[in-house]
């Protein structure tokens, strides 16, 4: 059992429907992570939330809307998306944000089509 | 600007034959240095890393890398490989002074031939 899990795995959305990502890690860490993951391209981070408060925003469009309620649970809210946000998206945790050579530990995404 | 370099897209190679992924990074300041494997339809997890010490690192499942500063780059290597490695490979560089975050390449399939 993977320590970080993230619901649903498939989705497919039409671009006016909003929808939700969810993501719970039960490995006790303080760090949490969305990333964007297209073919042939680097991961993409999107958003680092560090004890529960959000540290990091890498110019994600407005349409993506994190929410991290607890240090065990991260959401990721989508609204409005258009045929190029169709992707795997990747949470992720970590004992910390700044903790040097931290190990991340990833779920095993959500696959996102926007049609 | 920092970045990561994975120089080939795909490698193909006969299985129980060697095998080296190529990574190079640019930085002008300290890195840390990590190696990810992603397997059909999972997330990532780590294979290695190297944060100071030794430049020759050893990871799980026979994998090891060699950081050499002078070249810029973190090679990963396994002697001989099984189909089971089959995977996408990720070389990330955290740069020191930077809340760590991670710079990643674009992967590199490892395609194990029978």
């Known amino acids: 059992e993977t320590g970080v899990t993230q619901t649903p795995r498939h989705l497919v959305m039409g671009m006016t429907n909003k929808k939700s990502l969810k993501c719970e890690q039960h490995?006790?860490?303080?760090?949490m992570y969305w990333y964007k993951q297209s073919a042939k391209k680097p991961l993409e981070l999107m958003f680092v939330?560090?004890?529960?408060?959000?540290?990091e925003n890498n110019s994600v469009p407005s349409r993506f809307s994190p929410e991290c309620p607890n240090s065990s649970h991260l959401f990721l809210h989508l609204h409005t998306l258009q045929p190029e946000d169709s992707a795997l998206y990747l949470c992720?945790?970590?004992?910390?944000?700044?903790?040097?050579?931290?190990?991340?530990?990833f779920g095993e995404g959500s696959w996102l089509t926007v049609v | 600007a920092q970045s990561v370099t994975q120089l080939d897209s795909q490698v193909p190679v006969f299985e129980e034959a060697p095998v080296e992924l190529r990574c190079n990074y640019s930085?002008?300041?300290?890195?840390?240095l990590f190696w990810y494997v992603q397997y059909p339809n999972q997330g990532l997890q780590l294979l290695l890393k190297?944060?100071?010490?030794s430049t020759l690192v050893k990871g799980i499942n026979g994998f090891e890398a060699e950081f050499n500063k002078s070249q810029t780059s973190f090679h990963l290597r396994k002697p001989s490989v099984h189909i089971s490695d089959t995977a996408e490979y990720f070389c990330?560089?955290?740069?020191?002074?930077?809340?760590?975050?991670?710079?990643w390449g674009a992967g590199t399939k490892l395609i194990i031939k029978p």
């Open positions: 939330y560090n004890f529960k408060e959000q540290t």
């Open positions: 930085s002008s300041v300290s890195v840390y």
């Open positions: 190297y944060l100071s010490g």
């Open positions: 990330a560089v955290s740069l020191t002074g930077s809340n760590y975050q991670l710079i």
């Open positions: 992720a945790s970590s004992q910390d944000q700044t903790g040097v050579g931290n190990t991340i530990y």
């Open positions: 490995l006790g860490h303080n760090a």
